[in-house]
């Protein structure tokens, strides 16, 4: 009696080859306990997939939910949310160095700060350029960010009428664009005047959406670079190295023509050229204010987007963070704009800030870092070295162990109780450890000075308080669809 089809032998042959030469692989993977997908386990599709489709971030809590602590995201990349874990793998003096991933977003530059995977070449760099992202340097660029906030608020006062409807993403992208112009080259890219971009914001997706999806195979970015002589650029990330290099060089070479009556970032980065060509070349400048246009417009208008959405969808909140505007506003100076020393006056609007930022960071994907020699334990469980770590931002702010078992809730008060120091060790908003973004400082200028500015100015709602804002994830978690309406309100200062 035959009970197998003719001609089967050679594909059961096969199957039993199969098996036998994938057991042993089994027992040897030394990440065979992490649980996970199971398309992860075997090929790097899995993250492909998701970097690529947009919501990386919220996939992450809902398996952190599911799986627990670890989260195997790849052949040899877990996801972690413990927070010891996460202490030793960003923490002061670790010797967990960024991944292979970040050599897509650095390409050939030898100098980039968010990139840079050698430590003490990092160290170095950031320590040459500090002192122009500094708080104290910012400070005194604050009558420029002044400037382009009223142009911001000249201009949404144009649409008129009680019952104006905005796109604030839009517009908030839009305002943090003209900053970093203003603040880098001392010009306004002019884009609140015209109300849209020049298609820079394109680029800049298009480069974010390519990198997050080819950092996870890195090979193929340098195959693509090697031969992009005769295929020409298929890939968006080469943006960052080509046509937004090209603005930033354009920029760069109609300030020096045209002059500036103040000091800006960039005459402070190229007198640190001056004074050490060797250590800060002028490629070294170009790459510093591409940098700035590159991501210095996205995460402040996230941000940005995120306090007002969060204002918004809870009114008492909203209107206690008012009352507390108008009572500084009593003692302070009566300019149009909120500066920011009155800003630092506001506590609750602090609090509001960092709560906004906890539940939306702009980043959605893991920090991942390679494991060093000698390994690490998460949990039980060993990890061994040269294993790719990470955590997503969007996964470790949700930490009910941390942040309480109303995590997922927008609740202000928790950064003015207790623990507030142990909340500031674990926000990710803008990285952690040595790797904190260089430009926190100025993005955290223009928010604190814009929310108030703006809530003293009009009463703010959604315009469709039932309808979810879309959120795209491509390394940044973007919102569209923002509508918000917006009535003068009067007051006296």
Known sequence: MQFLPEGSTPYILAFFAFTATLFPLLRRDPLRTVPGPLLARWTPLWMIYYSRNGNMHTKMIALHNKYGTLVRTGPNEISVSDPEAVKMIYGAGNKFRKSEWYSVWQGHRKFDLFAERDEAVHRAQRRLVSNP????????LEPYVDQTLSVFLSRISQFGGKDAIIDMALWAQLFAFDVIGEVTFSRRFGFLDAGQDDGSFAQIDSALKSASWIGQIPWLFWAHDALSPVIGNWL?????HGSLRTFAAREIEARK???SDHRDMLEALTQIHREKPEE???????????SNIFAGSDTTAISISAVLYYLCRFPRCKERLIDEILRVRKEGEGELTVSLAEANRM?????????????HPAVGMSLPRVVPAGGMEVDGRYIPAETVVGTNPWVIHRNTDLFGPDADTFRPERWRENNKGQLQRFNFTFGAGSRVCIGK????IEISKLVPTLLLRFEIQLANPDAEVKQNCKWFVKQSGLYMRLKPRQVEL
């Open 133 to 140: 992202y500094s708080m104290d340097a910012l400070k005194m």
């Open 236 to 240: 968006g990330v080469a943006a960052r």
């Open 257 to 259: 023509d045209r002059g």
């Open 280 to 290: 800060m070349s002028e490629m070294a400048v170009l790459s510093m204010a591409t």
């Open 347 to 359: 506590p609750y609007l602090q609090a509001c800030i960092n709560e906004a930022l906890r539940l």
């Open 441 to 444: 400082n100025l993005s955290l």
